[in-house]
C-alpha cells in the first residue's frame, strides 16, 4: 500500500464511527465522500480503530445500512476494493440486481458472529474474476471459492486488518474457501462421507453451517425452503452419527479375536497396532467404521503388508 503522509485520520475515522451508527439504526443524511487517501491514512495510523468500527458494521442490527454508508462516503472503495467491485456487477439469480446486494442480504442474514459475517461479506469477492457464460446462457463462476480465499490472503497482506487476531484470519480465510460445500450434500451421501465432512470442517463446521443458511437468498419460496431443508438434513445427519459414535466405537467388539483366528496369531503387541492402525483409517475416512468385523478380516487379507500383517 502507497504510504500516505500529512493526513490526520481524524475525520475518516468520524465517518466510519457514522456508518457504525448506521447500522445500528440511526438515520444519517447528507453523507460526505472522503478521497480514499484519507482512509488509507487511517488504517495506516489507526489500523485498530478502522477495524473495530468495520467490525462494529457488519456486527449491527441493520448491517446492510451500515454497509451502504460504507459505499457512499467512499470507504468501501479506500479499503475493500475487492468488494466494491461488486457493486452493480449481476450474476445469474441476481439478473436484475447485483452481487453487492446479494452479499449485503447474506450479511444481514447471518448470525451476528465476526467470523461469519466477516466471511458473508468476502465469501463472493471472485466473482468478478471467475464469470463465464456457456452457450445456452447459464451463468457459472468456477473456483470462485478458491480464488476468492487468494484473494482474501492479498486482501490481508495489503491491509493488515487481521495481523493481530491470526485465529480470526484462519477462520474467515476457510468459510470463504469452504462456503459451498454444505450446499453439496445431498440425501445419498452415505454416512461415513456425512463423517468425513463433519471431521474435514473440524471446528468451523458451525459456522460454515450458518454461513451457508445465510448465503441462501432465492425469492423463490419452494427454492429457498428446500435449500433450508438440505442443510437441516445435513446437520441432524451429522448431529445423529456424532451421538451414535460417542455410544458405540467404530469398529466391532472382539475385533482382535477375529484377526489373531485369521492370521493364526498369539496374542501380541501387533494385534494392538493393526487395530490402531484400522481406527485411525476410518478416522481419516479412508475405511468405512461400524461394519461387521468379517469385513475388517477381508480388509486385511486383502493387503497385509500395509496393516503390518504376515502375507
Not at 491470526?166 to 476457510?174: C, T
Not at 492402525?277 to 500395509?306: M, N
Request: aromatic letters at 6%.
Amino acid at each position: 500500500m502507497r504510504v500516505v503522509q500529512n493526513l490526520p485520520p481524524t475525520r475518516a475515522l468520524q465517518t466510519l464511527l457514522a456508518a457504525a451508527h448506521a447500522s445500528n439504526g440511526a438515520v444519517l443524511t447528507d453523507v460526505e465522500t472522503l478521497p480514499s487517501e484519507e482512509f488509507q491514512a487511517a488504517l495506516q495510523s489507526s489500523r485498530a480503530q478502522v477495524r473495530l468500527e468495520l467490525d462494529r458494521v457488519l456486527m449491527g442490527t441493520v448491517p446492510e445500512a451500515g454497509l451502504d454508508f460504507l459505499l457512499e462516503c467512499g470507504a468501501l472503495h479506500a479499503l475493500l476494493p475487492e468488494v466494491h467491485a461488486l457493486v452493480g456487477f449481476g450474476d445469474g439469480e441476481w439478473r436484475h440486481k447485483d452481487v453487492w446486494k446479494h452479499t449485503k442480504q447474506v450479511v444481514g442474514q447471518s448470525v451476528p458472529r465476526l467470523a461469519v459475517r466477516w466471511a458473508a461479506l468476502l465469501h463472493d469477492i471472485a466473482k468478478v474474476r471467475t464469470r463465464t457464460i456457456s452457450a445456452d446462457g447459464e451463468v457459472h463462476f468456477f473456483g470462485h471459492a478458491e480464488i476468492g480465499a487468494r484473494m482474501f490472503d492479498k486482501l490481508a497482506r495489503r491491509t493488515l486488518l487481521w495481523s493481530d487476531d491470526p485465529a480470526l484470519h484462519a477462520s474467515i480465510r476457510f468459510l470463504v474457501l469452504h462456503h459451498l460445500r454444505a450446499n453439496q450434500y445431498e440425501a445419498s451421501w452415505t454416512d461415513s462421507a456425512v463423517r468425513r465432512f463433519a471431521r474435514e470442517l473440524g471446528a468451523e463446521l458451525p459456522d460454515l453451517l450458518d454461513l451457508a443458511r445465510a448465503d441462501i437468498t432465492t425469492k423463490r419460496p419452494e427454492k429457498r425452503r428446500r435449500g433450508l431443508a438440505q442443510i437441516e438434513e445435513l446437520s441432524s445427519r451429522i448431529c445423529q452419527l456424532a451421538a451414535e459414535d460417542a455410544v458405540v466405537p467404530p469398529l466391532p467388539s472382539g475385533i482382535g479375536n477375529l484377526i489373531m483366528e485369521a492370521f493364526a496369531l498369539p496374542p501380541s503387541r501387533l494385534i494392538g497396532d493393526v487395530k490402531r492402525a484400522l481406527e485411525s483409517a476410518v478416522d481419516t475416512g479412508d475405511v468405512p467404521g461400524h461394519e461387521p468385523g468379517e469385513f475388517y478380516v477381508e480388509l486385511l487379507r486383502k493387503d497385509p503388508k500395509r496393516w503390518g500383517l504376515p502375507g
